[in-house]
């Protein structure tokens, strides 16, 4: 099954700032997909990230608040822009598995102060 | 719009007292429901996929079940190392989109 690397960890940031936060994954895959748990709360898609397309972004989500990067088939990026306490939440992507349904890289523990 | 709803939302077992989890969906076209196990701290872990009312899965304590609006998680003798947040989520109609429940955690005491 694939091997996702999801950096950083963990992070503590000003409100106002922005976060990139990191995916890796150690196959070629067609689609990546970016995942929000907030706390007492269910993971919501935030987007499919496609590599040479434009990202598509699932209702209550957009661009100039979540843009992705997708330069090639291993790897994206999701920034979280002009962030507020409201944005602290687990952000992961995930990749499909032909033999383990959906991956899910560990995360990144967002908080915002 | 497909929605998932997970009960109970927390159960604490004995270890070796055998219990099921609830999973009960509504979906455009099933293509596949998901189980996940979740430990703190880290990202959900893939356990099984059904694809149809009647289908079952098996892993070591662990056996999934579906019909067509519910699917069951039954945990047989759990041992304290099963003790986690249990995610069910299902997928339908063309798109990829998981739609996940808000998860059961369990907890089970030696």
């Known amino acids: 099954s694939a091997v996702i690397s999801q950096k950083p960890s963990r992070d503590i940031c000003q409100r106002g700032t922005s976060l990139t936060i990191q995916c890796q994954v150690d196959?070629?895959?067609?689609?990546m997909f970016w995942y929000r748990q907030q706390p007492g709360q269910s993971l919501t898609l935030i987007a499919t990230?496609?590599?040479?397309?434009?990202?598509?972004?699932e209702s209550g989500f957009v661009i100039d608040k979540f843009p992705i990067s997708r330069p090639n088939l291993t790897f994206s990026t999701l920034t979280v822009s002009n962030m507020s306490p409201e944005d602290s939440s687990i952000y992961l992507c995930?990749?499909?598995?032909?033999?383990?349904?959906?991956?899910f890289g560990s995360g990144t523990r967002l908080t915002v102060v | 719009e497909d929605q998932v709803t997970q009960s109970p939302e927390a159960l604490r077992l004995q270890e070796g007292e055998s219990s099921s989890l609830n999973c009960s969906y509504t979906?455009?076209?099933?293509?596949?429901l998901f189980w996940y196990r979740q430990d703190p701290g880290k990202g959900p872990e893939f356990l099984f996929t059904?694809?149809?009312a009647g289908e079952e899965k098996e892993k070591e304590r662990l056996k999934a079940t579906l019909t067509k609006k519910e699917s069951f998680l039954h945990i047989t003798a759990p041992k304290p190392e099963d003790s986690a947040t249990y995610l069910c989520?299902?997928?339908?109609?063309?798109?990829?989109?998981?739609?996940f429940g808000k998860g059961t955690l369990l907890t089970v005491n030696p």
């Open positions: 995930s990749v499909e598995d032909l033999t383990n349904g959906y991956t």
């Open positions: 196959s070629q895959v067609t689609m």
């Open positions: 990230a496609n590599q040479g397309s434009e990202a598509t972004y």
């Open positions: 979906v455009s076209g099933l293509r596949g």
């Open positions: 059904l694809y149809s």
């Open positions: 989520a299902v997928q339908g109609g063309s798109n990829y989109k998981l739609t």
